[in-house]
């Protein structure tokens, strides 16, 4: 599964945000996926995961409300919709394609990644 995590950009604090990852092949709809992010200087964290039918989605606890995830198998994509941005939310985007259908917070659970997207907040 080859993915591909875009739409990230500069935004102004407050703002929002939405990520896409877009994913090669049939095989693509038969993998959960997570969104993870790398700020400078820190280790790359969880943030969520949908699985292939997009009925179980798993957010990482203080993500919950500003962060939505959802998927449209018909176009290959995730999206990851992001609110109230702040300049902690500045960091390197990227979405990750489960071994299975179901995926949970796990790195080791994603051998699939995509090079990443940028997202800057500006306060």
């Known amino acids: 599964v080859q993915l591909q995590a875009f739409g990230g950009g500069s935004v102004e604090a407050g703002g929002s945000a939405r990520l896409s990852c877009r994913g090669s092949?049939?095989?693509?709809?038969?993998?959960?996926i997570g969104w993870f992010r790398q700020a400078p200087e820190k280790e790359r964290e969880f943030l969520a995961s949908?699985?292939?039918?997009?009925?179980?989605?798993h957010y990482k606890n203080s993500k919950k409300g500003r962060f939505t995830i959802s998927r449209d198998n018909a176009k290959n994509t995730v999206y990851l919709e992001m609110d109230s941005l702040t300049p902690e939310d500045t960091a390197i985007y990227y979405c990750a394609g489960g071994r299975y259908s179901v995926a949970g917070s796990a790195q080791s659970e994603y051998p699939y990644w995509g090079q990443g997207t940028q997202v800057t907040v500006s306060s």
């Open positions: 949908i699985d292939s039918s997009g009925t179980m989605i």
């Open positions: 092949g049939r095989a693509f709809t038969r993998h959960g």
